[in-house]
């Protein structure tokens, strides 16, 4: 394998801009004013990607056009590769449409090339669904290799095309950029073994941790630019929770406004009392089929009902309570939260509740990102589990 000197875009970008005062530079790689001490440390020494990785990142680029849009199944790229160029694309669109394998090989009329490889970012479904196997289609059609991404985590599946395949002679490997391949359905994967939906905490914050604004001042803690990021998650969830107190305050559409999204996610309330306006917008416009209200139900209750009507995902926009909640009872899979530059004091604390008891037992982020946006920071991460923190 061959390797070459490759700088950490990413990592370069965040130093860079952590020293920046320019606000206009959000998030443009900066090397200008980085010493060069710096720049080496960074410099890492990595696998050049090798043919499959490429294809396999070709066949994500598919993947990600269903994002938002396959709910409750996954989103699934492929690509056909003969002598080195891809001669067929696909990805899954819908839940009962095509999935990716099919959509990609009906591309091709004519016998497939025996050394014609297929990259998939899912392993292929063995048993029939809305739609009938993809393991007995690619084999029906003659392909001799086959590349996937991540092994299918459903039950019904997992595992089961790649014995198949390799029983009909196919030429298998699979994990190629698994990592990556998995993170994509993050969602899918937790609620397909746990029935429960994938759960992200986002919220706009100021650096004291409050979530309200001061009265009199502007409607907004996070910039423009924040809000506008933060309002691209909707199009990639299943449903927006968030508490009556919420709904009482602001009167919210929580609807998709940009994005590939299909339906309107379903807009679910919390509330203890059921005291709601009737007027509020959610119960009168013309997505108020697709609101949900939970009367005196813990969130527990809630996302189990929710994973029963096959929602996947769901993003908690707030209140403070709800927030809290979530936190309190580990119920949160993915954090995405918005600093602003400015102490409210006073107010609503985004994630108050009962808190931990000792530092050990606080909830820890794994992998966390660090994004300017404008005047703001975007703090994204992945709580860790028990697990891994006992085992530091
Ligand atoms: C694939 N390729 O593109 C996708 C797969 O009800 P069905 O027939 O649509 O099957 C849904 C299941 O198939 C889904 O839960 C997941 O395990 C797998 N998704 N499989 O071979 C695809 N989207
Ligand atoms: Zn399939």
Redesign the pocket.
Known sequence: MSWIFYAKYETLLHSSNWGSSNPARQCDADFTGLPLVRLFTYLRLVPQQSTDEKFMQAALVEAEKGSGT?S???A?GAVLVLRNRIIARGH?RF??GD???IDCLRKLDDPIPAEAVLY?T????ST????AP?ANFIIQRGVRRVVIGAV?P?P??RGRAIGLLRAAGVDLITGVLEDECTRLNEAFNKW?VSGEPFVIAKCGMSLDGYLTRPPGETRWLTSESSRTHAHQLRALVDAIIVGAETIRRDNPRLTVRKGPRRAQPWRVILTKSGRLPRNATIFRDAKKERTLVYRNRSLRAVLRDLGRREITSVLIEGGGDVLSQALDQRLIDKVQIYVAPIFTGGGVLAFGGKGAALTQQSLRMDSPRYERISQDICITGYPKKATDITAE
């Open positions: 396959t409750p199944n996954p699934v899954h839940a009962g999935h990716a394998e998939v899912l392993e292929p479904c029939r669904g809305r739609t993809c299918d459903n019904k599946h397909i």
